[in-house]
């Protein structure tokens, strides 16, 4: 029974942590969901059955059990917090104690109570001193925990700083098709003239790594020379684990929409794919593109698992008391920082990082040039404190979330009689426009008229 004791205790933290796991991606399909939650099970069950023999096994070096019992939960509950720790310095949080702190208190407990429940099968006592002493003690335990973290933290940066040493970024590596060619903007007054908007179908998607780079100008991309004073409106697009900023303008045919995909470079011919945890360590490349909106789509359904939730949402004038002139500017800012942004990377490039520097905060870091253009009341701060992290704590749903919590969807272009009334659930089904979007690319519905017709569940698409 010794033996199984952490197995035991690990199963039934994976059995909690998986559970929840499980309910928090429901809504996103039952296999994504089961996905989670045995992934999270795994994790879970890793993680406890690690500290948990580590306990032990510290627990076993001492024949005082009573020295056993408060160096074991000290250490393990150092081990535990300094992961933690280096985890949210990896992802640049900006307030780590407080954010680690419930999590911390949690675990050192439990190591403490597990220490405790050694002491006493070793010992055969109830009780050793008083409670009073030993929560002092536990206090001063945690305290003295705190500066073993250090090492962790300083690590992690160490072996980062290394990988970007050893890969820097750069644009001239012979890219897959879609991200070989940089989008870059000259304006002319209010007009804007975009070179490479990248427009690829489903079969080149499909198959982006077999397709040679050709000589001369690019096949799968277009020139748009577009009127930043016909911006009709400002989207964020959601797909798992990318965000797109999605334009709406207005032309003498009707309207045409464009979207800016802040990417991640990781494949190219000659060399293996980098794969996910290039995204974290500094080794990927940062590629900021502007695309047409079928191009969004296809990038989206040409993966295998399609079709994932994919949800789109007008966003509402980042001000409540915005003058309808500010509105107008603050739209053809957002745009203007988004093209600006592939300028200065094109010119410059930058290292992707996942926390630090991806689709998700770059798309926040443009609104909020945008917001700061027109007023001081929404700061980079408060963006990023609560956007970032709830973007890291439920991936893209948490930024949809955000959007949610901080009034800034456009309600009034729900075309629903109780648009003002939906909660969170509500709005987000409405938006996902993954059935219809994989319904009109059966029928062939293609370019511009399928943009229009994803949005004919939105009022502000008839105008």
Request: hydrophobic share 40%.
């Amino acid at each position: 029974m010794d033996r199984a004791r952490p197995f035991v205790v690990a199963l039934g933290a994976g059995l909690i942590y998986g559970s929840w796991a499980l309910y928090i991606n429901s809504g996103h399909g039952l296999d994504a969901a089961f996905r989670a939650a045995g992934a999270q099970a795994a994790l879970s069950i890793t993680a406890t059955l690690t500290a948990v023999l580590f306990l032990e096994w510290v627990f076993a070096r001492f024949s005082n059990p009573s020295a056993g019992y408060w160096v074991s939960g000290a250490s393990t509950a150092a081990l535990g917090g300094g992961a933690m720790a280096a985890g949210h310095y990896a992802a640049g949080t900006p307030e780590i104690i407080p954010t680690i702190a419930p999590s911390v208190v949690i675990g050192t407990t439990f190591y403490f109570v597990y220490a405790s429940f050694l002491n006493k099968r070793v010992s055969g006592e109830h009780s050793e001193g008083s409670w009073h002493l030993k929560a002092l003690v536990w206090l001063l335990g945690m305290l003295i925990t705190v500066p073993l973290w250090v090492p962790v933290l300083i690590g992690y940066r160490l072996v980062v700083r290394v990988m970007k040493a050893n890969t820097p970024p750069t644009n001239d590596k012979p890219w897959f098709i879609n991200n070989h060619w940089l989008t870059r903007a000259r304006f002319e007054g209010q007009t804007a003239h975009i070179d490479n908007v990248r427009s690829m179908n489903m079969e080149q998607w499909k198959n982006k790594a077999k397709l040679p780079i050709p000589e001369g100008p690019s096949p799968y991309h277009q020139q748009r020379t577009i009127d930043m004073d016909a911006i009709d409106g400002v989207y964020l697009m959601f797909s798992p684990f990318h965000v797109f900023l999605n334009f709406r303008v207005k032309t003498d045919e009707g309207h045409e929409h464009l979207v800016l995909s802040v990417e991640g470079r990781h494949q190219y011919h000659g060399a293996p794919d980098l794969g996910f945890w290039a995204y974290t360590n500094g080794s990927l490349t940062l590629y900021p593109t502007m695309t047409t909106e079928e191009d969004a789509f296809y990038r989206c359904a040409s993966a295998g698992e399609f079709p994932y939730p994919i949800c789109m949402y007008p966003i509402r004038d980042m001000t409540a008391d915005a003058l309808p002139y500010e509105r107008r500017l603050i739209h053809r800012l957002v745009l203007l920082n988004a093209l600006k942004r592939c300028n200065e990377v094109a010119d410059t490039p930058e290292t992707y990082d996942y926390f630090q520097n991806s689709c998700a905060t770059n798309t926040m870091a443009l609104g909020n040039l945008a917001i700061g253009g027109v007023t001081r009341r929404h700061t980079r701060k408060n963006l990023w404190l609560r956007g970032l992290a709830s973007y890291l704590s439920r991936t893209e749903l948490g930024m949809q979330h955000l959007l949610y919590e901080m009034n800034l969807i456009d309600r009034a272009a729900i075309d629903r009689d109780d648009a003002h009334e939906m909660d969170f659930d509500a709005l987000h089904q409405y938006c996902d426009i993954s059935p219809q979007l994989q319904e009109l690319m059966a029928q062939g519905v293609k370019g511009e008229a399928l943009s229009q017709a994803v949005r004919e569940r939105f009022r502000s698409a008839a105008h």
